[in-house]
């Protein structure tokens, strides 16, 4: 094995550690259901974690009898399940990669369950790569601007070395 092809995969393994975060939405106990008591909100347990670009949400619920909408805004506080963007009826197990910063909104597609408060948004942020870029200084404004472009460059190193890794292997 060639040295350059190690130091390839061990940089990609280290791009994707950084990048793979996978997320149980309502907690470990918890799951994709209709919440226990009115007082319980999805959204209360998504304020508290902080969702970044490229990890994963992870829908837990019974096969069959339940499913997960990615809708629009206004969907999402209609309940209306008519026209999702996307729609997930595994097997109990959807696993949703959150790729674009900003919003995003959830609810149930069975019948009933939204207007009961199973629903959920969060807010999605671009990744900081401190290992990378000088720690920013207060008055460098908000924090996600001038890390954006070298999130970008960095995930495009991790496809190249890939790609590179790939070449020189075979
Ligand atoms: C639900 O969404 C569809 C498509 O966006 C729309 O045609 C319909 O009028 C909406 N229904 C309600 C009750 O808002």
Redesign the pocket.
Known sequence: MSPSLLVTICLCIFFLSVNANEVTVGGKSGGWKIPPSSSYSFNEWGDKSRFKIGDFLVFSYEAGKDSVLQVTR??YE?C?T??PKASYTADGNTKVKLDQPGPVYFISGTQGHCQKGQKLRLVVYIPHVSAFSPAPSPSDGPAVAPTSGAAKLISSFGVVGLVVGFWAFF
Request: hydrophobic fraction near 15%; charge should be neutral.
């Open positions: 206004e969907a209609k209306n008519t026209s």
